[in-house]
């Protein structure tokens, strides 16, 4: 891509050549100076900048005319994989599906359980005519005829039909178009990955193996951006997961032709459909065409990776672990970007708003984000690897050491074991391959600094030290090229705009300020795994910090430091990717890394070695804390949503004029802790405002379920549920005044969460919590009773047993 002059950095875009089954990067682009850089890894712009009709109509015209041509590497003729976009592409998968055993079998089934309840209940008696045993023959062709035919359109609407190279060209040119517009520095890869991308999609199709490819989700600029790298790279395009609630008229096609499966956001209690899923799934990868789904199951509208969602990547787990599917290669794959373009629409979601359906209106509303300049977009590829190794690793570790797939079949609790490690592994590597951008850098470094703004120096310097913090912990910079950090700082600040970040001029120097903490916690977000061991053992330590004095009343002793990051990796396990080693070797690594950097002092038992007190180092107390506030920073705004979710759970206990047993609207509870939060923040009880979030709100909720401190109950018919505290849970009210005694099990947990707060400037946390805190939860909460007590009899449209989430099929998350 050109140099752009309106823009503080210009990148020079690569040659890229691909001949046949050859690819060769010309190194016209620049990486930075002479010295390694991020392990020597390069990085390729792969999106020229598209011509415009009303900039030079000449080249508009030629550029048109060479993809609809298929001129060179647009005639995607070559493409590595299995033959797609042909005519009668469609057809063909979709007489292999009705063809797979699996499904023929669930047909037969449903046929049959159709024919016992008609039997049962005398239908077929009603029928003159031959013998019943000729009847319920008769009958039982009819059910699973009429099962086909559902089958058939169920596929209709689920399958992609790939089957044009001529559309699929357009497809490319118009996307690429659109996406340059948006973000006019491009998509860029890593040369080497995409290198070793091609050769093991190479091997693949000799072995007729599928490439998964498993992408994080922070926009849905993401499946268009490795559709684009596919195709640019001559890889064969793979069938992206994709759901229903995308397939509104125009669009709805145009996505299914260009590679779209259907599926519902939810398969209720729907045998036939889920069988359906599976066979295409199963169809897909025994031919070995590539396919796409995103682990996270749907967007992160916070920023960082969300837990794993095991729906589809149970199904891909299931055709190899039951020997239907040889193997598959699965690829995490991280995408980043300098702006999302949708991060307004998140705000306001999470902020309580209602997510608006997609439509085409909107669709086209939106359209003027492509006229911003959103900076680029950064795509990295981890290493492929065998899901069959994976599996055959996993299963020598389970009880029975079974070594063969498909050899036994495998309880629940197990195979939800190898699912939940397949997902979290998956993380993992998208962690280790993820990008951080200069609008994540600046971010950070702007949330995590005291006072209201600061300077453009200190800026910079903070910048350029996470930076090395960064790569430190083995994370990835996006390359500055040849421009120094300042230049890099004022193209961040450009992106971000000034509705997110504020400038005040006619000062000594320019001074910055986060606008939009909110939103700016997005980027924020992008770089907080990679420090979530160090944030958590410095929100342990300021237990004792708080309380102020000299260094030796600060000084906390280890077994103090454990249970507090014990309990605080516990509460977040469903928040956060954790290292994989365990409690004890984090711990150990982290105390040693932060002493390396002289951010703390551990002092070890002569003897054993073994940590005895941990303190703030004089170095640090000498800068102003600034390294060791950073890490608390980080921490703190998922502290303080932790509280709030435990301090709305205090007025869910009943009032004194209330029965005991009543059932609340979980949807309700929520966002009525999002009303209490809102109230909180602006009287001075609240931090963060980042805290009254919807999603950090519903985890919460969850991780208390997963703890037996709430009930949460499944509406019959319905997809609502509803919530109570668990009675060994449920606090005192004093008899005379009715108010929720400051004591008790929730009062405790709620107190422990709170040592780590950070402290307030205006309140004492244990007093305020015990009066105006528990006041306010108290009068939000009466308000739920009276709306519950006010429709129907709960025991009517509630299933009692407690659901604890995840907990019969899969095991607990590791602590930190």
């Known amino acids: 891509m050109p140099s752009d002059t309106n823009s503080p950095v210009g990148e020079s875009a690569p040659d890229l050549e691909i001949a046949g089954n050859k690819l060769t990067i010309h190194p016209s682009g620049v990486t930075g100076g002479p010295e390694p850089q991020d392990d020597q890894i390069t990085e390729r712009n792969l999106v020229r900048h598209m011509a415009r009709f009303r900039e030079n109509p000449f080249d508009f015209l030629r550029e048109v005319s060479l993809y609809m041509s298929g001129t060179g590497w647009r005639a995607y003729d070559q493409a590595i994989g299995q033959p797609i976009f042909y005519p009668g592409f469609?057809?063909?998968?979709?007489?292999?599906?009705?063809?797979?055993?699996?499904?023929?079998?669930?047909?037969?089934?449903?046929?049959?359980?159709?024919?016992?309840?008609?039997?049962?209940?005398?239908?077929?008696?009603?029928?003159?005519?031959?013998?019943?045993?000729?009847?319920?023959?008769?009958?039982?062709?009819?059910?699973?005829?009429?099962?086909?035919?559902?089958?058939?359109?169920?596929?209709?609407?689920?399958?992609?039909?790939?089957?044009?190279?001529?559309?699929?060209?357009?497809?490319?040119y118009v996307a690429t178009q659109l996406l340059t517009r948006a973000y006019h520095q491009g998509i860029h890869v890593s040369s080497e990955e995409v290198l070793r991308l091609r050769s093991v999609a190479e091997e693949a199709a000799r072995k007729k193996r599928s490439i998964v490819f498993l992408p994080c989700h922070k926009s849905h600029v993401d499946y268009v951006s490795l559709q684009l790298i596919c195709y640019r790279l001559g890889i064969g395009l793979p069938v992206v997961v994709a759901g229903d609630n995308l397939n509104f008229p125009?669009?709805?096609?145009?996505?299914?032709?260009?590679?779209?499966?259907?599926i519902r956001r939810s398969f209720g209690n729907d045998p036939l459909y889920n069988t359906v899923v599976q066979a295409y799934i199963d169809t897909l990868l025994q031919q070995g065409f590539n396919f796409e789904c995103f682990i996270e199951g749907g967007r992160s509208r916070t920023g960082k990776l969300l837990s794993p969602k095991f729906g589809i990547l149970s199904f891909i787990l299931d055709s190899v672990l039951s020997g239907r599917v040889e193997d598959t290669i699965i690829c995490p794959v991280s995408t980043q970007y300098d702006k999302v373009i949708e991060t307004e629409s998140y705000i306001s979601e999470l902020l309580g708003q209602p997510k608006r359906k997609e439509n085409l209106a909107d669709f086209l509303s939106s359209s003027s984000v492509l006229s911003l300049k959103l900076g680029r977009v950064d795509v990295r590829f981890h290493e492929p690897w065998s899901l069959k190794e994976f599996i055959a690793q996993q299963l020598t570790r389970l009880p029975d050491q079974i070594t063969e797939i498909g050899s036994q079949k495998l309880s629940n609790v197990e195979r939800g074991r190898i699912l939940r490690s397949l997902g979290y592994r998956v993380l993992s590597d998208i962690n280790n391959v993820s990008v951080m951008m200069p609008t994540a850098l600046v971010g950070t470094v702007l949330l995590t600094l005291r006072g209201r703004g600061v300077g453009k120096g200190e800026l910079v310097r903070r910048v350029e030290w996470l930076c090395e913090r960064v790569k430190a912990k083995g994370g990835r910079v996006a390359h500055f090229y040849r421009f120094p950090t300042e230049v890099v700082v004022d193209r961040a600040l450009e992106v971000l705009g000034p509705q997110i970040v504020g400038k005040v001029t006619g000062l000594v120097e320019p001074t910055y300020y986060a606008v939009d903490r909110f939103q700016l916690s997005f980027y924020r977000n992008m770089t907080i795994h990679l420090f979530i061991t160090e944030a958590l053992v410095s929100a342990a330590m300021y237990t004792r910090i708080k309380q102020g004095g000299g260094p030796s009343y600060q000084r906390i002793s280890f077994p103090e430091l454990m249970n507090q990051v014990s309990f605080l990796s516990q509460l977040f396990r469903g928040e956060f990717i954790f290292p994989p080693e365990g409690l004890t070797t984090n711990l150990d690594k982290t105390l040693r890394g932060l002493e390396k950097d002289n951010v703390i002092i551990v002092s070890r038992d002569p003897s054993s070695g073994k940590p005895l007190t941990v303190e703030l180092s004089e170095a640090e107390r000498q800068c102003g804390r600034e390294n060791y506030d950073f890490y608390c920073f980080l921490i703190w705004p998922f502290i303080e949503a932790s509280w709030l979710g435990s301090v709305s759970l205090l007025g869910l206990t009943p009032p004194s004029d209330f029965p005991k047993d009543v059932w609340i609207d979980l949807s309700k509870a929520q966002d009525n802790a999002q009303l209490l939060g809102k109230t909180l923040y602006h009287q001075g009880d609240l931090s963060y405002f980042e805290a009254v979030n919807k999603e950090t709100l519903k985890n919460s909720y969850q991780r208390f379920a997963e703890e037996g401190i709430i009930h949460i109950a499944k509406s019959k018919g319905s997809k609502a549920s509803s919530v109570r505290l668990a009675p060994e849970w449920t606090p005192e009210r004093d008899p005379a005044t009715g108010q929720v005694l400051p004591r008790g099990r929730l009062w405790d947990f709620t107190e422990l969460i709170a040592q780590s707060r950070r402290e307030g400037k205006n309140r004492r946390d244990g007093a305020t919590v015990s009066s105006r805190v528990m006041r306010m939860s108290d009068l939000v909460g009466r308000r739920l009773f009276e709306d519950a007590t006010a429709g129907p009899t709960p025991a009517d449209e509630v299933d009692f047993s407690v659901q604890q989430v995840r907990r019969k099929a899969i095991a607990p998350t590791a602590k930190l």
């Open 90 to 172: 469609s057809e063909r998968m979709k007489s292999r599906i009705l063809a797979s055993p699996l499904l023929q079998g669930k047909v037969k089934e449903l046929a049959e359980l159709r024919l016992a309840v008609e039997v049962q209940e005398g239908l077929l008696d009603v029928v003159p005519g031959p013998s019943r045993d000729a009847k319920k023959v008769h009958r039982r062709t009819e059910i699973e005829t009429h099962l086909k035919e559902v089958v058939d359109s169920m596929l209709e609407n689920m399958i992609c039909k790939m089957e044009s190279k001529r559309f699929i060209r357009g497809a490319y």
């Open 250 to 262: 125009l669009v709805g096609p145009f996505l299914q032709h260009a590679g779209a499966m259907w």
